[in-house]
């Protein structure tokens, strides 16, 4: 079987994980404190701090900016569904935007268009959505940078507070800037197909000194500066990342340019190996990307029936899954908010081509040709 994704880890990355064990010192040590600081120093930052997820990352970010109960907040539906999950946490209402075609990102046009639509009133499922919005939850789908220097002056003449939901795109440059620095604070995740990987774990980044603080705090629950151990400032969670996981984010992160790179090499064959396929579109990457970190390749099936291709891949041993199916379409949001079908048109008809093929920093140029045979073989036989 070839997999959809697979870790990269070496002899080095085993050895730092055996030395914590060994230290006896297994929470809340130096490689905690030093990973953060790695990440914050490789994206350009004032601070960084460790957590045990992404997602817990995210809802950290929300809780230091004080969001209130009602606040409307934009996100795209095309994303993870932590990104929209968060702003539930907050009791805070998810307004999505539709993305742009090529890049399956949200532009400047549909952000403003959905800004223009909360000023004005509309519904979305059953739920009445009015008022100006708070804050965009801006995800770089795949690695792919959004276009930021239009998204900020969007979010800068209506004084929309920005995060970056960066969990797919370590190492991701717009116009030679890092991702993860565009907003008031960003973030990163390190699930096993990630470009990096901790097990399960995520860094908070950012300039502001204030949010860093209640990052800190809150995912250690609640305790101040000083760390005392029974000595609480504020409300908080158990988000803390563990000893072993942080050792092994700074082991990784050390050939952090050499993973992004391999990855890089890997994309390019694949894009070459499908370019003479006209029923398949693969992945576009914009003139601002100064750097591309890919998450996951994926290509779209102009055409072809993507659920029975799928079958037929899985059935003969090469894993693929379908990259996003859209949050607005789950069953739990419907049940919250009544059907959404039809509110954002590109969203809707992308998702339904979408097609994420084996993709792994170390994946050989032999099983990627395997890949693409078996691709081709299942457009032609039940496509």
Not at 14 to 19: A, L, T
Request: contains cysteine; charged residues 25%; negative net charge.
């Amino acid at each position: 079987m070839i997999p959809l994704s697979r870790p990269d880890i070496n002899d080095q990355d085993i050895e730092r994980v055996v030395e914590v064990l060994k230290s006896g010192r297994l929470s809340l040590g130096e490689y905690t404190k030093r990973f953060g600081e790695m990440v914050a120093e490789y994206t350009g930052t004032r601070f960084g701090w460790a957590v045990s997820s992404g997602t817990a990352a995210l809802h950290l970010i929300l809780e230091s900016l004080d969001i209130d109960e009602g606040d409307l907040i934009l996100v795209p539906s095309f994303t993870f569904i932590a990104s929209v999950n968060v702003i539930l946490m907050k009791k805070a209402v998810p307004v999505f935007v539709d993305v742009d075609e090529r890049t399956l990102n949200v532009s400047p046009e549909t952000l403003e268009e959905t800004v223009r639509r909360c000023l004005k009133g509309f519904k979305q499922g059953n739920f009445e959505i009015k008022g100006p919005p708070r804050l965009f939850m801006a995800v770089d789908v795949f690695g792919h940078p959004l276009d930021w220097d239009g998204i900020l002056d969007v979010c800068r003449r209506y004084g929309i507070t920005v995060v970056e939901d960066s969990c797919e795109a370590l190492g991701s440059e717009y116009r030679g800037k890092k991702v993860g620095t565009f907003g008031i604070a960003g973030a990163f995740a390190f699930y096993p197909n990630k470009q990096i990987t901790t097990g399960e774990g995520g860094v908070v980044v950012t300039n502001d000194e204030k949010i860093h603080t209640v990052v800190k705090s809150m995912s250690n629950q609640g305790r101040g500066e000083g760390n005392e151990w029974l000595y609480h400032v504020r409300f908080g969670y158990n988000y803390r990342i563990d000893e072993m996981s942080a050792a092994l984010g700074c082991s990784q992160m050390e050939r952090i340019e050499e993973i992004v790179e391999k990855r890089a090499e890997a994309a390019e064959r694949y894009s070459k190996m499908l370019k003479e396929f006209s029923w398949v579109k693969v992945p576009v990457v914009e003139d601002y990307v100064t750097k591309m970190s890919w998450f996951v390749y994926v290509v779209r099936l102009e055409g072809p029936d993507r659920n029975r291709v799928m079958r037929y891949m899985e059935e003969k041993g090469v894993q693929v899954r379908n990259y996003f199916y859209p949050v607005h379409f789950q069953p739990f949001y419907e049940k919250l908010f009544g059907t959404m079908r039809g509110l954002l048109p590109v969203t809707e008809r992308e998702s339904e081509k979408t097609l994420a093929i084996p993709f792994f920093t170390s994946i050989t140029e032999s099983e990627q040709k395997t890949v693409v045979e078996i691709l081709r073989e299942a457009v032609e036989k039940v496509g």
